[in-house]
């Protein structure tokens, strides 16, 4: 394997590690000329798979789009790289198990969302408020109580618990966080965003 720092293809694997599916084993190399340390990822290899979006069109399934999104919505929260990488990689081996030639969009993200559920639920929240393509703040809040309930950071009456305060955390987004999801340009999302921040004090409307 060729080393990306200096070009040499002379390594040797320190670590292998296979995913939890079986379907991916990542490889720990070291380069014998610069001695850096790098990743690679072995996997069987499958028939091209395509995504058929929303308005129809069809392009060339991509993990690393997956992978940039959910590294976007895991930004600044305490989620190892590693733990992001096998969970595009679930994501991945559940696409190409299931479908045969075409995926939907739709079911890419809503894999996703599990994942990131699993993950942490601020990243879960900043990519749902993309996905979902809130049309208010009213969409927004609703989904927003729904996993706070489930995160046990809402009480039974509806109201804030102590730790709903983390939801700040999330703070205006700019877009889809490179996923696979169609975001909306309207800017509604930044919206809902901005709601939450306004409510606790820290922008006027």
Not at 78 to 95: F, G, I, K, S, Y
Not at 124 to 139: L, M, T
Request: charged residues 30%.
């Amino acid at each position: 394997m060729k080393c990306p720092r200096c070009g040499q293809d002379d390594d040797k694997v320190v670590d292998s590690r296979a995913s939890v599916e079986g379907t991916v084993i990542r490889r720990r190399r070291e380069c014998l000329a610069c001695s850096l340390r790098f990743t690679t990822y072995e996997r069987v290899e499958e028939s091209p798979l395509r995504v058929v979006k929303k308005n129809g069109n069809r392009v060339a399934f991509d993990r690393s789009r997956i992978l940039a999104g959910m590294m976007r919505a895991c930004e600044k929260l305490p989620v190892p790289q590693t733990a992001v990488e096998e969970a595009a990689a679930r994501v991945e081996a559940h696409c190409q198990a299931e479908f045969d030639r075409e995926v939907p969009s739709s079911v890419i993200g809503a894999e996703v969302m599990e994942e990131l559920r699993a993950l942490h639920h601020v990243a879960y929240v900043r990519f749902a408020s993309v996905y979902r393509e809130f049309k208010d703040v009213q969409q927004f809040m609703h989904e927003l109580q729904g996993m706070l309930e489930g995160q046990g950071l809402l009480d039974g009456s509806g109201e804030r618990a102590p730790l709903a305060a983390r939801v700040a955390e999330l703070g205006p987004t700019d877009g889809p966080p490179g996923g696979p999801a169609d975001g909306p340009a309207d800017g509604t999302v930044k919206q809902a965003g901005g709601f939450e921040r306004r409510r606790a004090g820290e922008e006027r409307p």
